[in-house]
């Protein structure tokens, strides 16, 4: 029993540091954040991923603020079977710039933390959760489908910095009409 306990404690305490080791953007300023969004860059390096990386293609979202400090995010994704749209609930944190949201793939509550945003151009977005393996994932948004190119190389180093290897770095191609021009977006 005694060795269980042990462990518990030095697994939230290794949980704890990995979390603190991120803090998100100083000021954090919901307002400022919420409106249109593309996915120009993702860092994932799961095994599972590998095989499709070469498909993925830029995305787009609307953040919508919620009057009580949630998030509802919608995410338009050229798949191979069409533009698919999911919609995503993010529940604030007491700190502002991290959230929480429950994934349906993997059943579980994620940690969200928006690093570094300047709003008006780009985000750089840290995905984390420790379960049977560490989950973490790192996306760099843009209000337009183009961010200059020391953004992404901004974004890469932070990647780099969080252990992703080089090739699991994408700067991913704009999708052909992902969502459609009728949708109104």
Excluded at 9 to 16: F, N, Q, R
Excluded at 130 to 159: C, H, P, W
Aim: one cysteine or more.
């Amino acid at each position: 029993m005694r060795t269980a306990a042990l462990a518990v404690v030095m697994v939230m305490s290794c949980v704890t540091v990995v979390d603190a080791e991120v803090k998100p953007q100083k000021d954090f300023n919901l307002r400022l954040f919420a409106g249109k969004w593309y996915r120009v860059g993702l860092a994932y390096d799961s095994p599972a991923f590998s095989p499709f990386r070469d498909q993925v293609k830029a995305s787009m979202g609307i953040i919508t603020a919620v009057a009580n400090g949630n998030v509802n995010l919608t995410m338009w994704d050229a798949t191979p079977l069409g533009c698919q749209r999911k919609v995503y609930n993010y529940e604030k944190t007491s700190v502002p710039g991290q959230f929480t949201y429950f994934s349906a793939r993997h059943n579980m509550v994620k940690d969200i933390t928006v690093v570094d945003t300047n709003y008006t151009d780009y985000a750089v977005v840290l995905k984390h959760k420790i379960f049977n393996r560490e989950y973490t994932q790192v996306a760099l948004y843009g209000r337009s489908q183009t961010v200059r190119n020391d953004t992404i190389m901004k974004f890469k180093a932070f990647a780099l910095s969080r252990g992703f290897p080089r090739d699991a770095i994408l700067t991913p191609p704009a999708p052909e009409n992902c969502p459609a021009s009728r949708s109104g977006r």
